[in-house]
């Protein structure tokens, strides 16, 4: 059973970056997608950005320009780097990959706090 460990919150000030990384224990069979999702305080699960096996990127228009999502083939991990935060991206961050079957695996989420 593959899992996903996620890694890389913590606390940091508005403005300020932060690197969260998903790292799967072994390889995905018919990986195609890669998610980012957060869950903020009282809301419901947002979309915030896709992979596509060949390349492609979507994001959430609130994080345009100051997200970028990444992976690293070797390492089976995907990456999201966060940069100029604000406290709106405040929440848990948590990474899905989508394969054949189809099946979702998803991590267990990774605190990010941003303080004004």
């Known amino acids: 059973q593959v899992q996903l460990v996620e890694s890389g919150g913590g606390r940091v000030q508005a403005g300020g970056s932060l690197r969260l990384s998903c790292a799967a224990s072994?390889?995905?069979?018919?990986?195609?997608?890669m998610y980012w999702y957060r869950q903020a305080p009282k809301n419901q699960r947002e979309l915030v950005a896709i992979?596509?096996?060949?390349?492609?990127?979507e994001y959430v228009d609130s994080v345009k320009g100051r997200f970028t999502i990444s992976r690293d083939n070797t390492k089976n991990t995907v990456y999201l780097q966060m940069n100029s935060l604000k406290p709106e991206d405040t929440g848990v961050y948590y990474c899905?990959?989508?394969?054949?079957?189809?099946?979702?695996?998803w991590g267990q989420g990774t605190k990010v706090t941003v303080s004004s």
């Open positions: 992979l596509s096996n060949m390349g492609s990127t």
């Open positions: 899905k990959f989508s394969a054949a079957g189809p099946r979702d695996y």
């Open positions: 072994g390889p995905i069979f018919g990986l195609s997608l």
